[in-house]
């Protein structure tokens, strides 16, 4: 059984920073792609970010230079650095497991999810 859990979720004041994480178990994360959505109320749930190598990543244009991911494949866990956080990041976070090809930002191409982390910045 394949269990993604996020977390590190919360509120931060605008230009503030957060960092995420997402730990899988039951499925080695090595040589696969993983990423981080986001979804606000009343909107589709949106790719924020990438990662197959440190020289594979992709993210939004709206958190280019602001938020960073990352892979530790020995603790089988993904990142998100988030900085200089706007209230428009405001939104539910889910992290992604085993991308199956296509556009990364496609949430149809990922076979695995987990239940989400609350990120909240007020202005």
């Known amino acids: 059984q394949v269990t993604v859990v996020e977390s590190g979720g919360g509120s931060a004041q605008a230009g503030g920073s957060l960092r995420l994480s997402c730990i899988v178990s039951?499925?080695?994360?090595?040589?696969?792609?993983m990423a981080w959505f986001r979804q606000a109320p009343g909107k589709e749930r949106e790719g924020v970010s990438s990662i197959w190598s440190a020289m594979d990543i992709d993210y939004a244009d709206s958190v280019k230079g602001r938020f960073t991911i990352s892979r530790d494949n020995a603790k089988n866990t993904v990142y998100l650095q988030m900085n200089s956080l706007k209230p428009e990041d405001t939104a539910m976070y889910y992290c992604?497991?085993?991308?199956?090809?296509?556009?990364?930002?496609?949430?149809?191409?990922?076979?695995?999810w987990g239940q989400g982390t609350q990120v909240t910045v007020s202005s």
């Open positions: 039951g499925l080695s994360i090595v040589e696969k792609t």
């Open positions: 992604a497991a085993e991308f199956k090809g296509g556009m990364w930002y496609d949430p149809r191409k990922y076979n695995y």
